[in-house]
């Protein structure tokens, strides 16, 4: 599934990987807001758009009919979380507490209000559980009841930052009081609690991205002036360690994976790997600039695919974690948003030819898949149905 831009509108397509393949599912969509991050759960997959009826949550199962607007209106964040799909919509009408939460499965029908007039910071997963901060408390969705978790302002003021990732049965994330400033908490079955100190003191700004869980471990990247650290973490003090200092790191395009047991992050000029430990954390390959967009980093198998820049230009380059297994795939001069689907990778690319369309890889090499442009539109972006 893939959007085909024009000037001012984008039309939502399918393709099985053939010219004959490719069809419409629905056009029209007002280019305010394109086929971006699109979320998939089971054969559907959910998207924000906007047509003539207004801006709202959609939902497509690769079919015309099974294409259609949930009705809830406004901004919206899809989060999966075990069997269930949640909206978090924002109503722009609103001066304050303008979020909702809403659980769908596909269908107008099906949309259950859960929470609606509050303010939400952030949204994370927990052993199929939604958890949510509404910027003084940590809640948690049990079933269709919003259920308090911990009071996170009674220390002082601050709150919940945002969520890392899950590793064992907690669930990390970033908040910040008095007595810590913005530090590493956790959450699960024995209560929530502070985890570690990771700034040198409380008025350090710390940011934490790139989470990902590495066995029974959390592996993440902490930025505090430009410069990055990789560390690891049981959900304990004592287990929070660093492993490597990286000199140049861009939390805004990071992004990263594990694959065959390695954690491989973009650093924005850099990929790096980690097995955990020190000594097997170093650096894979030199970009001038790795990864801008963070859909670029698609998992293929145990490797990732992602849209490198180095001295000869843009290219689609895989990793399986080791030097040996990172290198470039010729063919397209570009690559954006790729989706593994059995024994491909489809993704936006483009040449000199034919400008941006539709291709695919098998990791070796990137051939287009079908030549869709015509009145100066091109594929944006690309999502499994």
């Known amino acids: 599934m893939f959007s085909q831009q024009f000037d001012t509108t984008w039309d939502l397509r399918i393709t099985d990987g053939t010219t004959a393949g490719t069809s419409t599912l629905h056009s029209g969509f007002k280019s305010t807001i394109g086929f971006y991050e699109p979320v998939a759960k089971g054969n559907s997959v959910y998207f924000q758009a906007v047509d003539a009826s207004g801006e709202d949550a959609w939902v497509s199962d690769g079919s015309t009919a099974g294409t259609q607007p949930l009705k809830l209106g406004g901004h919206f964040l899809p989060v999966v979380a075990g069997n269930d799909v949640f909206i978090i919509t924002y109503d722009l009408a609103k001066q304050s507490n303008p979020y909702s939460i809403w659980k769908t499965n596909g269908s107008p029908s099906s949309n259950t209000l859960i929470k609606t007039d509050f303010e939400f910071i952030a949204a994370g997963v927990l052993n199929g559980k939604l958890y949510y901060g509404d910027g003084r408390d ?3 969705v049990d079933g269709n009841t919003p259920v308090k978790v911990a009071m996170l302002t009674a220390s002082g003021n601050g709150g919940l930052d945002h969520f890392i990732g899950q590793t064992g049965n907690i669930l990390l994330f970033s908040s910040k009081d008095k007595t ?3 530090e590493l908490w956790g959450t699960g079955a024995t209560g929530t609690r502070f985890v570690a100190n990771i ?11 790139s989470m990902e869980a590495l066995g029974d471990l959390a592996i993440f990247v902490t930025t505090a002036n430009q410069k990055g650290t990789i ?17 140049s790191f861009k939390p805004t395009v990071a992004v990263s994976a594990v694959v065959n047991g390695i954690y491989v992050v973009s650093t924005g000029d850099s990929l790096w790997r980690s097995d955990g430990t020190p000594a097997g954390t170093f650096r894979l390959a030199a970009m001038i600039d790795a ?10 198998g145990q490797r990732v695919v992602f849209e490198g820049v180095d001295e000869t230009g843009k290219s689609p380059w895989i990793s399986d974690g080791t030097i040996a297994g990172t290198r470039k795939i010729p063919g397209s001069t570009s690559m954006v948003n790729g989706v593994a689907i059995g024994d491909a990778l489809y993704f936006s690319g483009s040449d000199v030819a034919h400008g941006r369309q539709p291709w695919r890889t098998d990791g070796v090499t990137a051939t287009m898949v079908a030549n869709v442009n015509f009145l100066d539109s091109s594929p944006r972006a690309i999502s499994r149905s």
């Open 138 to 140: 940590l809640w948690r």
């Open 180 to 182: 810590h400033g913005v």
């Open 199 to 209: 700034g040198v003191d409380k008025s350090e700004s710390t940011t934490f991205s």
């Open 231 to 247: 560390w690891v973490s049981d959900g304990n003090d004592a287990g929070t360690i660093p492993i490597a200092d990286i000199a």
């Open 291 to 300: 990864t801008k967009d963070l859909n670029t980093f698609a998992k293929f």
